[in-house]
């Protein structure tokens, strides 16, 4: 097994870069300065904004819910480092296979996570850090909510996945690299 390059929450976030992910219209926009309404720029000129899949069980903070978290987040982790698009990971760690139509048919039934990873923390103790007032776990970083990506067959714009955030392969990438360690993430 290769083990993949991982940067943790000591490395300083892309100045003034912030995400939002928007649960309702199942998009993902890179802002500037989200302040001002700035949003980042693609390399093709057009505003980096991307159909993404949240969860099909909707939104919720609660562990084993199957929802995606509401909230202030940051990116905790990025994992993936120089890893081929379409890196096959299980448990964060790189496997070695690169996803394709032979590898999708032998573990049909398997929620991929390709590419790169950018795992989340939330910020908001009783929301998405930590448990609620009754104790129960509401932590999104112990829940492993990830913004992956996923195969080419999978829908973007409808809510599928498992409470992670999907993205196009490529966009990912692209993404992964805008973005660093601590970058404010929103869920809406």
């Not at 309702?24 to 001002?36: C, G, I, P, V």
Request: hydrophobic content about 40%; aromatic content about 6%.
């Amino acid at each position: 097994m290769v083990i993949s390059q991982t940067k943790t929450l000591t490395d300083a976030p892309a100045q003034g870069v912030s995400v939002v992910v928007d649960t309702k219209t199942q998009t993902l926009s890179l802002y500037q300065d989200e302040k001002a309404g700035k949003l980042a720029v693609r390399p093709d000129g057009t505003p980096a904004v991307f159909l993404v899949s949240t969860a099909k069980n909707g939104t919720g903070q609660l562990e084993n819910t199957g929802c995606t978290p509401l909230g202030k987040h940051v990116i905790a982790q990025k994992i993936g480092d120089d890893m081929p698009v379409g890196a096959v990971f299980v448990a964060r760690q790189f496997t070695g296979e690169v996803y394709d139509d032979e590898l999708a048919a032998q573990f049909a039934e398997r929620d991929w996570i390709l590419s790169r990873i950018l795992w989340l923390k939330g910020v908001e103790a009783g929301k998405n850090l930590g448990q609620t007032a009754d104790g129960a776990c509401c932590d999104t970083f112990a829940r492993y909510i990830y913004i992956h990506g996923t195969p080419d067959t999978e829908p973007m714009g409808e809510p599928k996945s498992h409470g992670c955030v999907r993205m196009r392969n490529d966009e990912l990438v692209w993404l992964y690299e805008q973005v660093a360690v601590g970058t404010p993430v929103r869920i809406v």
